[in-house]
């Protein structure tokens, strides 16, 4: 089956422009979570989104929104962008479960963004 | 804040050698999963352990979460080059599918 597609690979973007970034989970997946990764700081926790509803929020400013399709499929958008959120951006989805049986994420193969 | 330590941070040794990662918190997860991550490539999960205690192997790798789920580790016996990679412990708490990530260790076998 196909795995989890995040699209553009690559991006590069100017300071105080916006970005849209693209994932779609593997099929039967409802559950879509986003991440942020960068030298400093590995990986970070962005959000997750479940049936189109933001469940879970992380520590990022406001300015990082994402929302969720009814067909699964999710969108993150950075604006004003800044040259520290140049990251690479990663989509993972998982299937629904109790948390308790939940095990783990697919990840995609990131988005590549780059703030000059 | 939860934390995850990981060390060491760079690992480089020998095919055939032995090693182990450590993963260390002073939090409580209810579950931690270990992922490798090659260059450009998102992580890709090998082993999600929930019970204290709990060992599971998967061919050379043995993973082991502590009695009190708040450490972890991965031995990796006689390694070859093709576990080459970043290997990453992830902690998960409570009900929300949102995982603490530790730092990581580049792990290099050289042939």
């Known amino acids: 089956k196909a795995g989890v597609t995040q699209t553009p690979r690559y991006l590069i973007k100017t300071r105080g422009q916006q970005v849209t970034l693209s994932c779609s989970p593997i099929s039967g997946h409802r559950s879509v979570s986003w991440y942020q990764q960068t030298p400093g700081q590995g990986l970070q926790f962005l959000f997750e989104y479940f049936s189109e509803t933001q469940r879970n929020k992380g520590n990022f400013p406001g300015r990082f929104s994402g929302r969720q399709f009814s067909n699964s499929r999710s969108e993150m958008n950075v604006s004003t962008l800044e040259l520290g959120d140049s990251a690479l951006y990663l989509c993972a989805s998982s299937l629904q479960g109790s948390p308790a049986q939940w095990d783990g994420y697919t990840f995609g193969s990131g988005t590549r963004l780059t703030v000059v | 804040t939860q934390l995850l330590e990981q060390s060491p941070q760079f690992l480089s040794i020998q095919e055939g050698e032995n090693l182990t990662v450590y993963c260390n918190s002073s939090s409580v997860f209810s579950s931690l999963q270990w992922y490798r991550q090659e260059p450009g490539e998102g992580p890709v999960l090998l082993v999600t352990v929930v019970t204290g205690g709990e060992v599971k192997k998967l061919k050379r790798l043995t993973f082991q979460f502590g009695d009190a789920r708040k450490d972890s580790s991965l031995h990796i016996t006689a390694a070859q080059p093709g576990d080459t990679g970043l290997y990453l412990c992830?902690?998960?708490?409570?009900?929300?599918?949102?995982?603490?990530f530790g730092s990581g260790t580049q792990l290099t076998v050289l042939p």
């Open positions: 992830a902690g998960a708490s409570g009900s929300a599918r949102q995982l603490t």
